[in-house]
Nanobody
Framework: QVQLVESGGGSVQAGGSLRLSCVASRFTYASWCMGWFRQAPGKEREGVAHIDSDDRSRYADSVKGRFTISKDNAKNALYLQMNSLKPEDTALYYC??????????????????????WGQGTQVTVSS
């Protein structure tokens, strides 16, 4: 099995920044997509950002221009730099792995159902 552990969440004021980290403590296949998802109380889990094996990234429209996803293959680590945070960014953030790219351009999927491996989540709270 693949084990993922997130860290870096916390409480900040609107306009602040946080950097989330995700470390794979077990084997992950190099060609897999990885991504960040978030879930607020009473809402569905949504895709935030995703990255493929060639470091090509995709973002939800709501975070584009504010968040940056990156990875360090040598460390088996995934990161999410979050700037200009808004109260609506408040959620439990999850690291996910194990998806395969789709289509002729080999893009990573944004649906949570395509990712079989998940971390336990790290809380991000943004106050106005």
């Amino acid at each position: 099995q693949v084990q993922l552990v997130e860290s870096g969440g916390g409480s900040v004021q609107a306009g602040g920044s946080l950097r989330l980290s995700c470390v794979a403590s077990r084997f992950t296949y190099a060609s897999w997509c990885m991504g960040w998802f978030r879930q607020a109380p009473g809402k569905e889990r949504e895709g935030v950002a995703h990255i493929d094996s060639d470091d090509r990234s995709r973002y939800a429209d709501s975070v584009k221009g504010r968040f940056t996803i990156s990875k360090d293959n040598a460390k088996n680590a995934l990161y999410l730099q979050m700037n200009s945070l808004k109260p609506e960014d408040t959620a439990l953030y999850y690291c996910a792995s194990g998806a395969e790219t789709l289509g002729v351009e080999f893009v990573c999927p944004q649906s949570a159902t395509m990712y079989p491996y998940w971390g336990q989540g790290t809380q991000v709270t943004v106050s106005s």
